[in-house]
């Protein structure tokens, strides 16, 4: 072919509205990610509480004092505890749900789906009034409820106990987000070809068989894309947390974004601001995410070898 | 609403009485399909609970509030809250204010996304490897707390207190995303139309914006949604870039600086959380649509 006997110069120059296309999304991408990135990879050698230039050079000071920090293990902790609950409860729910709603003789399927939309579409702010008003101001006819059942006697502050706080963090937290999942099922569930159940129920097959050999084996790619987006975002759970309670009673329900937040901007009391302690903690997280990354790509591909070599 | 609670009516009575065994066959998946509904109703309903419990509330007058508890039906309907909300507490300017962002954020978007993935995916170009490598890797770094470099890039640029700031960071923050899913949708877009075009002489600007553009409005309707609800309901951002000009807040903004400055008006809070989620979920509802078609096609490819 004359093309590839082209210069690179002239495929460039060809190729010149392309680049002009791809031009303001490489730009936006430069100036407002990728430059912070590296910017706040710089902070993390001084301390600094963000007001005029960095000057204080700390070096790796700031890496070893998250890792000495308790609250960031506990922080840690509450994340992945959050993780592991949320992400699989959320798949299951949001799974069955999209398997219910996706038969074609349901009616007011688009009614119910917009109902289990609906926490998505609003914003931390509304959930975190609405919930608080909800548990804080009346809390106690639930707590009349459960005392009138004899489950307990005596006064429980929801929000402000650390045994409770944080499930509730969780429950919301399944409640929030599952609508994502249930619409991204829903369209995994539409690529599937009509024909091949079509054919399965000629040849006899019931629900769970075209279940088992059909919609799993379809929805396989699918799925790992959804499960990637639902770990990427619990992982990165923040404003939930915020609004509801900020990381406390007495930091037990930190997650590490909130941790962050609390050294960057100031936390609870007196802490003052540390930009670079929480520059260092943001990409002591990140590296710890890649691993783990790293570690499931690494699983998933001899799992995949292991089915092939079947 | 309560139309919904009322089951699955049979479509159309046949016309003759079906012989039994046929009958007997088409009862059963007809009860099942009666529990399903009764089961979604109800799972819907506790779904839904806070916010119909807001709702209400929005309605009620302040000692009502505190009254009813979790009962959400309010005794008579206080309508002048919403008036009070919007005035008084300015949700008014507040709602205009997230408007004008919204749209700004969703048009910024969707042209550089949907010109960005456009050539990724249909005009290829030396180096589109690189360019792909970049955006992907950005998917993994840490983003952390890089409002801060964000924040001092715009205050040596003097785009400090603006909506403006707000509409460029916050599109920045789904271009990735935004141009993958964009990607994935040209990609499966039959060439046979694109190759007519150019054989009827149409340059690469008349192909994208005439021919291709409209062809893809369910990923225009899909990103379009995803970009408003976060630009609609983001706080972080806005609340960072108008903390020197209240009368710049967002909605979500305005709705905690309103609990700082009353704590005791959780009527007009509750009306002014019902503004807030009016429009987006009527976006919603008027896109959902193409939203799950969209997002189809763009696993397809």
């Known amino acids: ?310 | 609403m309560s139309s919904v609670a009322t089951t699955v009516p049979p479509l159309s009575r046949p016309a003759a009485p079906a012989p039994l065994p046929a009958r007997r066959r088409r009862r059963r998946p007809r009860a099942a399909m009666v529990m399903t509904h009764v089961a979604l109703v109800v799972s819907g309903l506790a779904w839904m609970y806070p916010f119909l419990w807001t709702l209400g509330s929005s309605l009620k007058g302040t000692d009502e509030f505190f009254g009813r508890g979790l009962n959400p039906l309010p005794s008579q309907l206080l309508w002048s809250n919403y008036q009070q909300a919007w005035e008084q507490a300015s949700f008014g300017t507040y709602f205009i204010n997230t408007l004008l962002i919204t749209i700004g954020t969703c048009v910024g978007t969707l042209l550089v996304t949907a010109m960005a993935g456009y050539v990724l995916a249909r005009a290829p170009f030396p180096g589109r490897g690189i360019f792909l490598f970049l955006i992907s890797a950005t998917l993994f770094l840490p983003h952390g707390y890089t409002i801060i470099p964000i924040f001092d890039l715009m205050e040596k640029l003097g785009l400090l207190n603006s909506l403006f700031s707000i509409i460029i960071v916050q599109a920045a923050g789904g271009v990735v995303f935004g141009t993958f899913l964009f990607m994935g949708y040209f990609q499966t877009i039959d060439s046979e139309l694109e190759d007519a075009a150019k054989v009827d002489g149409a340059s690469f600007h008349q192909t994208f914006w005439r021919i291709m553009l409209p062809l893809s409005g369910p990923m225009l309707a899909t990103v379009g949604l995803f970009t408003a609800i976060s630009a609609w309901n983001s706080y972080f951002i806005p609340l960072v870039f108008t903390l020197a000009r209240p009368e710049q807040r967002t909605l979500s903004v305005g709705m905690y600086a309103f609990i700082g400055e009353n704590s005791t008006q959780w009527t007009l809070l509750c009306a002014g959380s019902i503004i807030t989620l009016v429009p987006i979920i009527a976006l919603f509802v008027m896109l959902q649509r193409f939203f799950v078609n969209g997002l189809a096609g763009a696993i397809k490819g």
């Not at chain 1, 936006?28 to 902070?43: R, T």
């Not at chain 1, 009616?107 to 609906?118: H, M």
């Not at chain 1, 974004?257 to 520059?279: E, K, M, Q, R, W």
């Open chain 1, 1 to 310: 072919m004359n093309v590839r006997r082209e210069s690179l110069a002239g495929r460039m120059w060809t190729a010149r509205w392309s680049y002009a296309y791809a031009l303001p999304m490489l730009a936006l991408l430069l100036v407002f990610i990728v430059y912070p990135i590296a910017a706040s990879l710089g902070y993390t050698l001084y301390k600094w509480n963000g007001i005029g230039d960095p000057t204080d050079f700390v070096g790796l000071d700031n890496f070893r004092r998250v890792i000495d920090d308790s609250i960031f293990w506990g922080a840690l902790k509450h994340t992945f505890l959050y993780v592991a609950i949320v992400v699989p409860v959320q798949l299951f729910l949001a799974l069955g749900l999209a398997l219910v709603l996706n038969q074609k003789k349901l009616k007011f399927a688009s009614f119910y789906r917009t109902v289990f939309f609906l926490p998505v579409v609003t914003s931390a702010a509304v959930i975190g009034v609405v919930i608080q008003l909800l548990f804080s101001n009346f809390g106690d006819v639930i707590n009349n409820i459960l005392r009138d059942l004899h489950v307990t006697h005596g006064y429980i502050d929801w929000l402000g106990d650390p045994r409770f706080a944080m499930g509730i963090i969780i429950v919301i937290g399944i409640w929030h987000t599952l609508g994502y999942n249930l619409v991204y099922f829903l369209a995994g569930l539409q690529t599937i070809p009509e024909d091949l159940y079509e054919a399965a129920k000629l040849d006899g097959a019931g629900r769970f068989a075209s279940f088992r050999y059909i919609t799993v084996p379809m929805l396989r790619s699918v799925g790992i894309v959804i499960v990637l987006l639902a770990l990427v975002g619990s992982f990165q759970v923040f404003d939930m947390v915020q609004v509801l309670t900020n990381g406390g009673p007495y930091f037990a329900t930190e997650v590490v974004n909130t941790y962050i937040y609390h050294l960057a901007f100031g936390g609870t009391g007196d802490v003052d601001p540390d930009v670079g302690l929480a520059s260092a903690a943001s990409f002591f997280y990140g590296i710890l995410l890649i691993a783990l990354s790293v570690v499931q790509v690494v699983v998933l591909r001899s799992l995949a070898r292991r089915r092939a070599a079947k």
